[in-house]
């Protein structure tokens, strides 16, 4: 992917801060990445956690931020009043709007919730959905019994090889937008169904 067209990153991550510092300094390592680079934010909204800590950094730097939440979550997850924040219905709008605002994704350590936006924006790239770039930011290892559980999808069959290449993972942000910006959807993917449809 040419690098000038990602202009805005959906960074998926948790609500708490995790157990170890260096979770929230590489939240703020990539967020100010971002701004350095000129690309946007889009992210949950939450000024909490590892949410709170990239889009501390973005906003320091004085780079765009635009927050997507639903109503319900408002308080919960302390949505920011200093951003561009849309606030919706549903867990299901949320993530499809945050798609659309976004042109390639990365996801940072998290809990289900991040695992399951992560996931979800993977196989939508499977389906031709989407054909953004989608980065792990493996802090400090975090993602590699993941890796590990993909690779085994694929020994075991149920993953096929290709698919390996729908997404870049690496334990540090220069690194990972190196992998990002040099991007191919895999060849075999084609467009199944349109988002409407999930």
Known sequence: MDKRAIKRICVFCG???GAREIYGEQARALGQAMAERGIGLVYGGGGVGMMGAVADAVIEAKGEVIGVIPYALVSKERARRDVDMR???TMHE????MADLSDAFIAMPGGFGTFEEMMETITWGQLGIHRKPVGLLNVA?????????????????FILPHYR?????SSGVDE???LMRKFQPPE???KWIE???T
């Open 15 to 17: 609500s708490l801060s």
């Open 87 to 89: 606030v919706v219905n």
């Open 94 to 97: 949320r993530k499809a709007m």
């Open 141 to 157: 290892g975090y993602y590699d019994p993941l890796l590990a559980m993909i690779d085994r999808g694929i020994e075991e069959g």
């Open 165 to 169: 290449k729908l997404f870049a993972a």
């Open 176 to 178: 990972l937008f190196d």
């Open 188 to 190: 075999g993917v084609m």
């Open 195 to 197: 988002m409407s449809e």
